[in-house]
């Protein structure tokens, strides 16, 4: 079992950073793969950007040169460096957890309850 809290959510003006982190606790081998998707009302969950414990990362085209997903093992801690932020970025960012790789965005065992980030232009 694993329990995901993330943090760092907010307001920012398009352009801006905002950075969000994903705290783990409970079974490390479910934790092999992090990372992070975002659904925005009414449109299909997005997976944003994974990263494996030993630090392969993937990322949607939608944010490649933008966002930085990263991890910290010792804390079993996952973050999401979000810059030159858009409108389009607005939605609730959800950490995911799972033992397996090469996942959808719905397919992921474990998640957590996310974190609102609204970009105003």
């Known amino acids: 079992q694993v329990h995901l809290v993330e943090s760092g959510g907010g307001l920012v003006q398009a352009g801006g950073s905002l950075s969000l982190s994903c705290a783990a606790s409970?079974?490390?081998?479910?934790?092999?793969?992090m990372g992070w998707y975002r659904q925005a009302p009414g449109k299909q969950r997005e997976l944003v950007a994974t990263?494996?414990?030993?630090?392969?990362?993937t990322y949607a085209d939608s944010v490649k040169g933008r966002f930085t997903i990263s991890r910290d093992n010792a804390k079993n801690t996952a973050y999401l460096q979000m810059n030159s932020l858009k409108p389009e970025d607005t939605a609730v960012y959800h950490c995911?957890?799972?033992?397996?790789?090469?996942?959808?965005?719905?397919?992921?065992?474990?998640w957590g309850q996310g974190t609102q980030v609204t970009v105003a232009a």
């Open positions: 409970g079974s490390i081998f479910s934790t092999r793969v």
């Open positions: 995911a957890a799972d033992n397996r790789i090469s996942l959808t965005a719905y397919e992921f065992h474990y």
């Open positions: 990263i494996t414990r030993g630090g392969t990362t």
